[in-house]
């Protein structure tokens, strides 16, 4: 099973930044197979994708609501996964979670826990 743990959230001021780490271990397929991904839930919101990016080719997408202010990044030598997060929204206040995924299987997730971002007007 794979292990993902988060990091770096907290509380900001509207227009500020932060920066999201997750690290993922326990890997049960070659690296290259696996895209990892930025989710968040609101309250008494559905989860949404924020932002993927597939480890072998680099290959990225972000939701219309983060594109241009949300930056993805992998760092495959530590199995590790940032969201550089600018310009941030009232609207941006969720829990995140990592995921990953082997490619493949898209439908078949492994989650982290979450951590929580709270952005303040």
């Known amino acids: 099973q794979v292990q993902l743990v988060e990091s770096g959230g907290g509380s900001v001021q509207a227009g500020g930044s932060l920066t999201l780490s997750c690290v993922a271990s326990?890997?049960?397929?070659?690296?290259?197979?696996?895209?990892m991904g930025w989710f968040r839930q609101a309250p008494g919101k559905e989860r949404e994708t924020v932002a993927t990016i597939c480890l072998g080719g680099g290959s990225t997408y972000y939701s219309d609501s983060v594109k241009g202010r949300f930056t993805i990044s992998k760092d495959n030598a530590k199995n590790a996964l940032n969201l550089l997060m600018n310009s941030l929204k009232v609207e941006d206040t969720a829990m995140y979670y990592c995921a990953a995924w082997v490619q493949w299987t898209p439908n078949d997730k492994n989650w982290g826990q979450g951590t929580q971002v709270t952005v303040s007007s």
């Open positions: 326990r890997l049960t397929q070659r690296q290259s197979a696996y895209c």
